[in-house]
Structure formats: C-alpha cells, structure tokens
Nanobody, 123 residues
C-alpha cells in the first residue's frame, strides 16, 4: 500500500525559508515520478514541482528559482526546499507519486497523494 507522509510545514515571515519532507513507503521508490502540489484556501490544487526517477526536475513558473525539489532514493524521501517565501505561497502542500516515470508535471500525472502539510507565510 502506497503511503506518503509529509512533514516540515509551519509559519514563516515573507522572505524566509522552509524545507518540506515526504517519507514514501509501500512501493519501489525509484520507479516513479514524485512531486509536490499545493492548495490555497478556496482555490484549486496547483502542481508546484516534479522530479523524475533519474533526478531531472521541473517547476511551475510561480516557484521557479525559489523552490528546489530533490530526493534521497536510499531513504525513499522527497524534499522541497522553499526560499524567498511570499504570502502567496501560503497553502496546504501535498506530496504525490506519479503513475510511472513518464510525465512529472501537472496534477493529472499524479496518482497517490499524502495528507498535506500546512505552510503559512505572513507579510
């Protein structure tokens, strides 16, 4: 059974940094795309970043240059380093696993989701 557990959320002032982690279990980690998405109150879930099994990364325009996705395949753990945070980044952040290692961008390419971790950025 696929299990994704996020951690590392919290409250930070604008300009600050946070690192999210996602512990994955129940499947062969290195065979799938992994990614992060977020959902702000009253808005649709938005894809943020993805990483292929081989390490190639993709980012949405809204976070490119500020966020970095990475993974430790030996630990089956996904990370999201978030720098220069803005109040607009406030959302519930979800870790996700893809259907395969093809297509790591966009909500539609992800099948399994964690419960989310809240990130709140104050002005």
């Amino acid at each position: 059974q696929v299990r994704l557990v996020e951690s590392g959320g919290g409250s930070v002032q604008a300009g600050g940094s946070l690192t999210l982690s996602c512990a994955a279990s129940g499947y062969t980690y290195s065979s799938y795309c992994m990614g992060w998405a977020r959902q702000a109150a009253g808005k649709q879930r938005e894809w943020v970043a993805g990483i292929h099994a081989g390490g190639r990364t993709l980012y949405s325009d809204s976070v490119k240059g500020r966020f970095t996705i990475s993974q430790d395949t030996a630990k089956s753990t996904l990370y999201l380093q978030m720098n220069s945070l803005e109040p607009e980044d406030t959302a519930l952040y979800y870790c996700a696993r893809g259907y395969s290692d093809v297509g790591c961008d966009g909500i539609r390419n992800f099948r399994h989701w964690g419960q989310g971790t809240q990130v709140t950025v104050s002005p």
